[in-house]
T-cell receptor, first 117, second 114 residues
Framework: DAGVIQSPRHEVTEMGQEVTLRCKPISGHDYLFWYRQTMMRGLELLIYFNNNVPIDDSGMPEDRFSAKMPNASFSTLKIQPSEPRDSAVYFC???????????????FGNGTRLTVT | GNSVTQMEGPVTLSEEAFLTINCTYTATGYPSLFWYVQYPGEGLQLLLKATKADDKGSNKGFEATYRKETTSFHLEKGSVQVSDSAVYFCALSDFYNQGGKLIFGQGTELSVKP
């Protein structure tokens, strides 16, 4: 099992540019989550999908952020245009079920560290 | 709404010291409780879990007991090692009230010195 795979590991971009983060969940997992981690705000849930359908995007900070899941093995998080305050580590996680039940924990990728200058 | 509060870090200990990281929660239902650990440069991974009052979760020498009367789930380890240096997150899920969505605390950084 390769685990949750995220790319790129690091992304440095200039303000105003479009940024696309990618995630491949664990095969067979039906839930996919995008989190953002910063020193100031900790770990924030941005959006999650069930069977490729967005269920709750209430954590997406603003319209500059969008996420898609075109199939069960791939998801993207896009920021357009990017701003310096978007600098953070973005994590993708997947699970069987919502990850909050006793026997189905969340499996996290190693994250993408985004720096917007 | 449901929430999780952890003691602030960073916590710095010498090797073989006793560790306690406090975690308290607020929940309207009967949540399951979790500790996740994040090693440097990695994502979070499940450390231990408990599903009902008085359950004790344990793994890798770490323990936490689900205390409903004090709404707490404190993480303990009798003798820490340098390799335990990481950020520890307490979390809860309340399946019947929030569909099982995980709610994380803010994380507590642990640094163990040789």
């Amino acid at each position: 099992d390769a685990g949750v795979i995220q790319s790129p590991r690091h992304e440095v971009t200039e303000m105003g540019q479009e940024v696309t983060l990618r995630c491949k969940p664990i095969s067979g997992h039906d839930y996919l989550f995008w989190y953002r981690q910063t020193m100031m705000r900790g770990l924030e849930l941005l959006i999650y999908f069930n069977n490729n359908v967005p269920i709750d995007d209430s954590g997406m900070p603003e319209d500059r952020f969008s996420a898609k899941m075109p199939n069960a093995s791939f998801s993207t998080l896009k920021i357009q245009p990017s701003e310096p305050r978007d600098s953070a580590v973005y994590f993708c996680a997947s699970s069987v079920g919502q990850g909050g039940t006793y026997n189905s924990p969340l499996h996290f990728g190693n994250g993408t560290r985004l720096t917007v200058t | 709404g449901n929430s999780v509060t952890q003691m602030e870090g960073p916590v710095t200990l010498s090797e073989e010291a006793f560790l306690t990281i406090n975690c308290t929660y607020t929940a309207t239902g009967y949540p399951s409780l979790f500790w996740y650990v994040q090693y440097p440069g990695e994502g979070l991974q499940l450390l231990l879990k408990a599903t009902k009052a008085d359950d004790k979760g344990s793994n890798k020498g770490f323990e936490a007991t689900y205390r409903k009367e004090t709404t707490s789930f404190h993480l303990e380890k009798g003798s820490v090692q340098v390799s335990d240096s990481a950020v520890y997150f307490c979390a809860l899920s309340d399946f019947y009230n929030q569909g099982g969505k995980l709610i994380f605390g803010q994380g507590t950084e642990l640094s163990v010195k040789p």
